[in-house]
């Protein structure tokens, strides 16, 4: 196969950023309501999980083990989003994503053939944002991670067209990855919250992003949508009907379905059936392979879980890597 296998939705963690915001003001705040979304049977399971994968997380020479045992060729590594720490003020934000941006440039740069990165922007610190994403784009990484949200903010805010501008302008790629829901405890329990709060914020952003027509005046942002979009791209017909509808659900020139040609989504959706629907809706050069790595709620077969959606050999191909090729090609 000529073209590489490419993962867009693989992690590392940076101990760096951990030591940077230990004993901060707002660093116990913030993980009480960790604990409250989580709850207490999944803070049990969490810490050992990590434990265990530390060294895929941290060490090249074992991710690149892993990846070959994978029949991965190439990774687009991102920072844990346990990483982001939006509780964290201006001064300490910048000293988290300039961190984050050169320890993952550091980490990709011992195999540059195989790993590409992405950084971090502080999103609770809008005026912030384009510096951020510039110093990512200086270390060679090629655009930066963001949330669902930040505290008080959503990603329809117009105080982030900047950043959009700036990403557009400079061909940064954008991938968003939530981090926590804000349905709190009421998915305390049976680990929902990750099970149904990940795919309702990724439904929420993308929907905040499409009816306030932030991609209406930014046609050309390269964002990625991790865990294939959330609910949003296979239940978008009734957000399609509000929008001929109801008057108040027309921030958008077209209808919301229409945007999905201007998004990329990760194929990490874990039923065939659901990447099939996913590739027609959004298109076969719109699905990338992704697997969450190594986190347990993604996939150790990427390839594999790919190959059982029986896909057309063309479009099998596109998702396993060709459009990622493209992607990440520079001009």
Not at 19 to 42: F, K, M, T, Y
Request: hydrophobic share 40%; glycine share 8%.
């Amino acid at each position: 196969m000529a073209t590489p296998t490419i993962d867009v939705h693989a992690h590392l963690l940076l101990p760096e950023v951990e030591e940077a915001v230990a004993g901060a003001a707002g660093l116990a705040e913030a993980r009480d309501l960790d604990a409250r979304r989580n709850g207490p049977a999944a803070l049990a399971v969490n810490g050992p999980m990590v434990g265990a994968r530390v060294p895929k997380l941290t060490d090249v020479a074992v991710r690149l083990a892993a990846m070959d045992a994978q029949g991965v060729d190439v990774q687009l590594v991102s920072p844990s989003p346990s990483h982001y720490h939006y509780w964290a003020g201006p001064h300490l934000a910048e000293r988290v994503c300039r961190l984050a941006n050169e320890g993952t440039a550091a980490h990709c740069a011992k195999a540059p053939d195989r790993l590409h990165g992405l950084g971090l922007v502080p999103l609770q610190h809008p005026d912030l944002a384009v510096e951020a994403l510039d110093h990512a784009l200086e270390q060679g990484l090629r655009g930066v991670e963001i949330s669902s949200h930040a505290p008080g903010r959503e990603l329809s805010d117009p105080a982030y067209d900047p950043l959009w501008s700036r990403a557009e302008e400079t061909g940064a790629l954008l991938l968003l990855h939530p981090f926590g829901c804000t349905l709190d405890e009421r998915l305390d329990r049976w680990y929902l919250s990750n099970t149904v709060g990940q795919p309702t914020e990724n439904a929420v952003a993308l929907s905040h992003l499409i009816f306030s027509g932030v991609l209406d005046r930014h046609p050309d942002l390269k964002l990625i949508a991790a865990h294939g979009g959330g609910y949003l791209p296979t239940h978008l017909g009734r957000s399609d009907h509000a929008w001929r509808a109801r008057p108040d659900a027309r921030g958008c020139a077209r209808e919301p379905s229409s945007y999905l040609g201007q998004l990329y989504f990760d194929s990490l959706v874990h039923e065939p059936h659901v990447l099939r629907e996913l590739i027609r809706v959004a298109g076969a050069d719109r699905v990338l392979l992704g697997s969450d790595f190594p986190f347990d709620m993604g996939t150790e077969d990427p390839v594999g879980a790919l190959r059982s959606a029986r896909l057309a050999d063309a479009d099998f191909h596109a998702v396993r890597g060709g459009n990622a090729a493209a992607l990440l090609r520079k001009d």
